[in-house]
């Protein structure tokens, strides 16, 4: 079982920034991935940005050059740095952690934070 405690959500100005952090209840060496989802109302879940467990980053198109994702293996914490946000970024981030093999994968997610972006 994994816990996963999320922060740094709130409410921004367009163009401002946000930093959002996901800390593990377990080593997050052992995870396969960490990452971020959001959740727009009336949409589904989408991926954000996603880290395995040997540095590899990859970003939906709609993000990239504006976020960054990275962790802190000491810390087990997943941080996702949210830069020059629109108004559509809003929505409910989920911090996603993978663990197990390719065959019998489970995810384990967080509570969500709200980001708002005030235009």
């Known amino acids: 079982q994994v816990q996963l405690v999320e922060s740094g959500g709130g409410l921004v100005q367009a163009g401002g920034s946000l930093r959002l952090s996901c800390a593990a209840s377990r080593s997050s060496l052992s995870l396969n991935s960490m990452g971020w989802y959001r959740q727009a109302p009336g949409k589904q879940r989408d991926l954000v940005a996603i880290?395995?467990?040997?540095?590899?980053?990859n970003y939906a198109d709609s993000v990239k050059g504006r976020f960054t994702i990275s962790r802190d293996n000491a810390k087990n914490t997943v941080y996702l740095q949210m830069n020059s946000l629109r108004s559509e970024d809003t929505a409910v981030y989920y911090c996603n952690a993978k663990r197990g093999p390719y065959y019998a994968v489970v995810n384990y997610w967080g509570q969500g934070t709200q980001v708002t972006v005030s235009s």
């Open positions: 880290i395995t467990s040997g540095g590899t980053t």
